[in-house]
């Protein structure tokens, strides 16, 4: 839980001073004392596990009287992402009341049907609060979500060009690989509106651009093409070097020297 809110911080980092956060989780994942796992930027964790054990260590640090700051960081963080999502949905969108969302991902992460504190399920419900109308996709959570949203506030398709046709944006929830392998140029023949906001880095932004779709991840900068500019290395972990941008370099430069002090 706390690699991934770590991941996620540096990734709203990384938005703001034009790095690419997957150049920087690639830099970081070489290093051995600290691995590539739970290294992703996204959404955020969920599930039955994670938010339910950092919420039991944070009770227990208050009965012993103390407080224990760093964990209640990464769990704050991790709420803090599903909003900072919703709020670069409406960037993209100007506006969600009355447009038509399709998201596809319900499940709290791939291989499963497990929706329980789901960041998908929590961004839907934050939508729909918004006045959106939402459809909704995934391979293995449908009937756990039927029954969650069973006042009907969203409706549900059976793949995920339906879920696409005439929506205003596309939603990338779930990371799941049937999502990473979609045609896009098929996709693009669905939609009103050619926005992607991708909550998983399921796509490099030069793909989704040529397929003509405006795109928007995290921990990335919007519209870029994926392009690097002019190679700098860069050691972390006194292990890899890896190619980066100025602003990526500026920022594995800083990450690393609180590893290699």
């Not at 700051?69 to 992402?81: A, F, G, K, P, Y």
């Not at 998201?103 to 929590?122: C, E, H, N, Q, Y």
């Not at 991708?198 to 490099?204: A, E, I, K, V």
Request: one cysteine or more.
């Amino acid at each position: 839980a706390m690699k991934i809110s770590y991941i996620n911080a540096v990734a709203n980092i990384a938005e703001r001073v034009g790095a690419d956060i997957d150049q920087v989780c690639e830099a970081l994942g070489s290093d051995r004392r600290i691995g590539s796992r739970f290294l992703k930027a996204g959404i955020g964790y969920g599930g039955s596990c994670f938010p339910k054990d950092v919420l039991a260590f944070l009770t227990l640090a208050q009965q012993c009287g103390y407080p224990f700051e760093l964990l209640e960081s990464v769990r704050r963080i991790n709420e803090d992402q599903r909003v900072r999502f919703v709020q670069k949905v409406k960037k993209a969108l100007w506006t969600v009341r009355g447009k038509r969302i399709a998201t596809l991902g319900l499940a709290f992460k791939d291989g499963t049907d497990d929706i329980r504190d789901s960041p998908a399920i929590d961004i839907i419900e934050r939508l729909v609060a918004l006045g959106a109308k939402v459809t909704a996709y995934d391979p293995a959570a449908m009937d756990r979500a039927r029954a969650h949203f069973a006042d009907g506030k969203i409706a549900f398709a059976d793949d995920p060009y339906e879920a696409a046709k005439d929506a205003d944006a596309i939603l990338l929830l779930t990371e799941w690989q049937e999502f990473a392998a979609l045609d896009l140029g098929r996709l693009r023949q669905q939609v009103r509106l050619p926005i992607i906001v991708d909550g998983r880095n399921l796509y490099r932004p030069e793909t989704v651009l040529e397929a003509g779709f405006d795109y928007h991840s995290v921990g990335r900068s919007r519209g870029s093409s994926g392009l690097r500019g002019e190679a700098t290395d860069v050691t972390v972990g006194r292990q890899h070097r890896c190619p980066t941008t100025t602003a990526d370099s500026r920022l594995c430069r800083l990450i690393s020297s609180f590893f290699n002090a």
